[in-house]
């Protein structure tokens, strides 16, 4: 059987620590990102559309040509997308997936009476949407 992959629907790009992560704890050898077109239509959802399904069928028609059973989708952006994602995957045997990470906050009090703050997200793990 062949070692499960990770696709992304996604925003943005891993990092390093993600990626260590995935391969290290999930054992995926093959990440996939979105072709840029769908990546594209995945991060840009339009906020004025009734429903989403004409919008997020293109890259879901895109998942199931790639995807097998047992590969995991991380999952993350619009909500009203990733619970359409979440759904098709759980339909098709893939396994959702999202990020889960630490923030640190620093915030610093400027001499006019502003405040700046500084945030530091870091990887922890991967979590599966149940």
Not at 12 to 24: F, I, K, S, V, Y
Not at 76 to 83: S, W
């Amino acid at each position: 059987m062949p070692a499960p992959r990770l696709f992304l629907l996604f925003s943005h790009a891993l990092t390093g620590e993600q990626e260590r992560d995935a391969r290290t704890s999930l054992g995926v050898e093959e990440i996939l990102a979105l072709p840029e077109n769908l990546q594209q239509r995945w991060s840009n959802v339009p906020p004025n559309l009734a429903t989403l399904d004409e919008h997020l069928q293109p890259v879901l028609d895109w998942l199931g040509d790639q995807a097998r059973p047992g590969d995991y989708v991380l999952i993350q952006g619009d909500f009203g997308a990733v619970y359409r994602a979440v759904r098709f995957a759980l339909e098709h045997g893939l396994t959702p997936l999202y990020a889960t990470t630490a923030r640190r906050v620093k915030e610093t009090r400027l001499p006019d009476g502003r405040v700046e703050s500084n945030r530091v997200f870091q990887h922890v793990r991967y979590r599966r949407y149940e």
